[in-house]
């Protein structure tokens, strides 16, 4: 069974905050939620993590339910170059389990 | 840094033969990690290591082997390629493990065709 699941595809205009859902309905307590980003074949680059609270750094904010059976990743200015696939994460113990990404297209 | 480095980039196999993908990482990570990415899908588990001299099976195990005789290394083996294991590999290390948050990175991936 699948740990997330994703919109397979999104469109967001330039200079407009794009907003990535993810259901994890299964996750535990202890778990935690990582987002990544992969632009065409290149290794997966880090955004962000979080287990309860909700977390912002330079590139983007991670917004968690109470419940923590879903979260948003929020990328407040979209800009072209965040044209990529968006993957959800959650890690369990020493395993990490990507889903199969969200395609983000960012329209001028 | 160099981070997590993997080679080759492009390997081409013939059905049967054996190969080593290499990954090493300079960052003195304790876990390391093999995913395989087929078109259109995310990744998935391979094999991992939260030290050397200890490994485990992932999510897509069979076919592959794999040991960790230093921190910095992590090769994956193909002793037997099939068609079925055409795809991109990635290799990935974290600073800790179990009970840790630390993230997961990423190499640049071995395209591997198996004709």
């Known amino acids: 069974d699948a740990k997330t699941t994703q919109p397979t595809s999104m469109d967001c205009a330039e200079g407009r905050a794009a907003n990535l859902p993810c259901n994890h309905s299964?996750?535990?307590?202890?778990?935690?939620v990582y987002w990544y980003r992969q632009i065409h074949s290149q290794g997966p680059q880090y955004i962000i993590h979080g287990l309860k609270n909700n977390e912002t750094n330079e590139m983007a904010s991670l917004i968690i339910t109470e419940d923590r059976k879903s979260s948003t990743l929020i990328l407040p200015h979209a800009t072209l170059r965040d044209t990529a696939v968006y993957y959800c994460?959650?890690?369990?113990?020493?395993?990490?389990?990507f889903g199969t990404g969200t395609s983000l297209t960012v329209i001028p | 840094n160099a981070g997590v480095t993997q080679t080759p980039k492009f390997q081409v196999l013939k059905t049967g033969q054996s190969m080593t993908l290499q990954c090493a990482q300079d960052?003195?990570?304790?876990?390391m990690s093999w995913y395989r990415q087929d078109p259109g899908m995310g990744l998935r588990l391979i094999h991992y290591?939260?030290?050397?001299?200890?490994?485990d099976q992932g999510e897509v195990p069979n076919g592959y082997n794999v040991s960790r005789s230093t921190t910095e290394d992590f090769p994956l083996r193909l002793l037997s390629a099939a068609p079925s294991q055409t795809s991109v590999y990635f290799c990935?290390?974290?600073?800790?493990?179990?009970?840790?948050?630390?993230?997961?990175?990423f190499g640049n991936g071995t395209r591997l065709t198996v004709t």
């Open positions: 960052m003195n990570h304790e876990y």
């Open positions: 290591s939260v030290g050397a001299g200890i490994t």
């Open positions: 994460i959650v890690r369990t113990g020493n395993q990490f389990y």
């Open positions: 299964t996750i535990s307590g202890n778990e935690y």
């Open positions: 990935a290390s974290s600073r800790g493990t179990t009970g840790s948050s630390s993230p997961l990175h």
